[in-house]
Each structure stands twice: as C-alpha cells, then as structure tokens.
Nanobody, 115 residues
Framework: QVQLVESGGGLVQPGGSLRLSCAAS????????MEWYRQAPGKPRELVAG???????NYKHSVKGRFTISRDGARNTVYLQMNSLKPEDTAVYYC?????????WGQGTQVTVSS
C-alpha cells in the first residue's frame, strides 16, 4: 500500500509562487512514476507534470517554464515548484503515484491564485 499526503497549497497573488509537496509512505519501492494533476470546478482533471524514476519529466504546455517537478534523493517526496502563478492555475492539486498496474492518489491540496 502507498499513502500520499500533499501539502503547500494556499492563497497567493497573481505572479506569486508556491511549492507543493507530496510525501509518499508505505510500500514505495515499486513506484515508477509520480505526477501532479489538478482539477478546477466544472473542469476535468488534467495532468500538470510528471517525473519517472529515471528523471524524465513532462509538463502541460500552459505551465511549461513556470512549473518544475522534482523529487528528493530517497524518491519518497515529489515537489511542484510553481512560479508566475495565474488565476487560471486555481484548482485542487492531486499527487498521483503509479506502481505496477495500480495508481494511488493523495487527498488534494487547494491552490487559489487571486488578488
């Protein structure tokens, strides 16, 4: 079993920055990919960024150059550094971990970008 806990969300002004953290616990050795998704009210959940065990990353086009996904050395925590935040980035952000054919989700953390 894998448990994921997100943190770091909050209210920030446009142009500001936040760093989200996702701490994984349990049987984490088999995790191959960790990702950040987000979902705004009335919109489908969308992939924001992902990182593999090999260090390969991918980003949603609209966040490329503004967001950076990374992980710590133990690979038990993944981060999403968000810079130059825009109101359109407002959403609940979810951490997702892939292990074998399974996916594990965190509870989500709210990010609100507003003046």
């Amino acid at each position: 079993q894998v448990q994921l806990v997100e943190s770091g969300g909050g209210l920030v002004q446009p142009g500001g920055s936040l760093r989200l953290s996702c701490a994984a616990s349990g049987s984490i050795s088999g995790i191959s990919v960790m990702e950040w998704y987000r979902q705004a009210p009335g919109k489908p959940r969308e992939l924001v960024a992902g990182i593999t065990n090999g260090g390969s990353t991918n980003y949603k086009h609209s966040v490329k150059g503004r967001f950076t996904i990374s992980r710590d050395g133990a690979r038990n925590t993944v981060y999403l550094q968000m810079n130059s935040l825009k109101p359109e980035d407002t959403a609940v952000y979810y951490c997702n971990a892939r292990k074998l054919a399974l996916q594990y989700w965190g509870q989500g953390t709210q990010v609100t970008v507003s003046s």
